[in-house]
């Protein structure tokens, strides 16, 4: 269940690989820019949850993740959200530089901050086991 949002990672990738060929220089910029923003939200999703539990929370489920890109697939600002068994508000906010070697299935780095009911767990500049 863990791999769920890797495989779909991966999924994603396959098909943007196979229709750049066939697109326009902007669709194509705009391909790679999803396809950053769906590997950051997964990632960020599953290592913030790993992230929370390790500071002693036990995280409901997998945490609730958008990412934007405000600048290309090198600007993305991850949200994520989700409660803990106890009932506490989880949240994680950051920032990635979604350089090819800053998001894989093993670490996402940038810039987060992870709350708890509104005050901060922890921040962090990596998130993942390979950190």
Excluded: W, Y
Excluded at 51 to 77: H, I, K, M, N, W
Aim: charged letters at 25%.
């Amino acid at each position: 269940m863990a791999h769920r949002p890797i495989v779909r990672c991966v999924i994603a990738l396959v098909l943007a690989a196979g229709t750049l060929a066939a697109c326009t220089e902007e669709q194509q910029q705009e391909i790679v820019d999803d396809t950053a923003e769906i590997a950051a939200r997964n990632a960020a999703a599953a290592a913030g949850t790993a992230a929370f539990e390790r500071e002693g929370l036990e995280v409901s489920d997998v945490l609730e993740c958008t990412a934007d890109s405000t600048g290309g697939a090198q600007d993305l600002r991850v949200t994520c959200t989700g409660t803990s068994d106890d009932g506490k508000e989880l949240a994680l906010e950051g920032s990635v530089s979604a350089q090819e070697e800053d998001i894989n299935v093993d670490a996402i780095r940038g810039s987060f901050v992870g709350t708890v009911d509104g005050e901060e767990v922890f921040a962090e500049d990596c998130l993942g086991d390979r950190c």
